[in-house]
């Protein structure tokens, strides 16, 4: 019986936002609204949740003192940190503020360089796993791309940023992309279309 | 109502109408699919994994439920409810990673219900899904252990990932494990290309389902997108023809 229940709620409740898009009238408007706002409010609540559960797995790492459990005291304390200071003070305020400046963006921003040295790493591996046509013009496109817009210090090459580089992105780049984003509007549509049939249920786990 | 709405409301009408009768068509003969490396990559890490006795870790990504993400998020959801599944015979259960809270809840849920279908004794338990981060950066940092630390024979990447899925993959290919990702960003898309032996682009992703055996409804949702697919051609075409013929 439960499991009818939460059926019709998600089914219904589908619906009626899908109908709110479509159909101009003020109540489905109105539904549509109050159905998205509930849905806010319970992904805070889930996020909430979310946390709880990473605390948990890092008290549980420390209390059985399992490997990197060092790492898990210092999450848990920077968590209750940030928590206790940001309930304190409010997040508009400048050590709260300056928590997110000074400490997670730039180990973000870290994050991000060395993404740019796993990048090479990873085309050099791309010769290694696909030697092949596809790969060739992957690589050679990326390297045109990357001198066509790079500053290069001693020389300029006209042709490559005036010509080439802006043709790849306008051409062959965008109607790729389009094409790549059709496929995935229409797996979007018919993973929606699988919910409102009641065949996937995520909320019941299946 | 404007004319997109009323050409989006009949792509909607007409896509229900088809995966319903398709569904009803193929009910006694799930359709034949083309064979995806990615795919039988996968069949073979969990029997691997199984025999092993080592973990699967399966990576929903960020798609956030008040997102247009959410859609790969399901699809990765979809994935994992199969892979937990396939992997129950194994000692150790997979373990799921998700950038967003409600996301995290329902990994959990998953991975319970399999749990609770497949095993008689024990206790699940609920820290087999973790939420590692919200932001990109930090979701990733926080993955990365569990892929050092927790014997991962293979990582499965399916959701909503941006750039930074890089990371995992590198992650994964120094731990010498196998790999298997998929994301509908298109930067991510490009990176995993370039840093996978066998990436899945575009709506594969959401082809998983399908591909794991997750039911009739998930292997008809392909062949609907198929025929939308055709139904675009045929329609770019024919605005092709009018344009050059001046008509438009």
Known sequence: ?206 | MTWTDIIGFLIVLISAGLLASLAYFHRKSPPTFRELSAFRLLRKAIGLSVEEGSRLHVSLGRGGVNTPQWASALAGLATLLRIANLASAGDRPPVATCGDGALSILAQDTLQVSYQKTTSAGQFDSTNSRLTGLTPFSYVAGAIPIMHDEQISTSILIGNFGIEAGLMTDAAERQGSRCVAASDNLSAQAVLYASTQDPLIGEELYAAGAYTGAGIMHAVSLHVQDILRWLIVAVVLIGILIKLTGLL
Do not use: C
């Not at chain 1, 940001?86 to 963006?105: D, H, K, M, R």
């Open chain 1, 1 to 206: 019986m439960k499991g009818i229940i939460s059926v019709l709620v998600a089914i219904i409740a589908g619906l009626l936002v899908l109908a709110g898009y479509f159909f101009d009238l003020p109540a489905l408007t109105y539904i549509r609204i109050v159905i998205l706002n509930w849905a806010v409010i319970l992904a805070a609540v889930a996020l909430f949740v979310g946390i709880f559960n990473l605390f948990k797995v890092h008290a549980t790492k420390v209390r059985a003192k399992q490997k990197g459990h060092l790492y898990s005291v210092l999450a848990v304390i920077s968590l209750l940190f940030t928590l206790v200071v940001g309930l304190a003070l409010g997040p508009e305020n400048q050590i709260t503020v300056s928590i997110f400046s000074s400490i997670q963006l730039p180990v973000e921003a870290s994050l991000m360089a060395l993404l740019a040295v796993t990048l090479i790493q990873a085309s050099i591996r791309l010769i290694r796993y696909r030697a092949n046509l596809l790969s060739a013009i992957f690589l050679a496109t990326g390297v045109l791309m990357l001198l066509g817009t790079a500053p290069l210090p001693f020389l300029e090459i006209p042709v490559l940023g005036e010509l080439i580089r802006p043709f790849i992105a306008r051409v062959p780049a965008a109607a790729g992309a389009r094409g790549i984003l059709l496929g995935v509007g229409l797996g979007t549509l018919t993973t929606g279309l699988r919910l409102l049939f009641g065949a996937d249920r995520p909320y019941e786990g299946k």
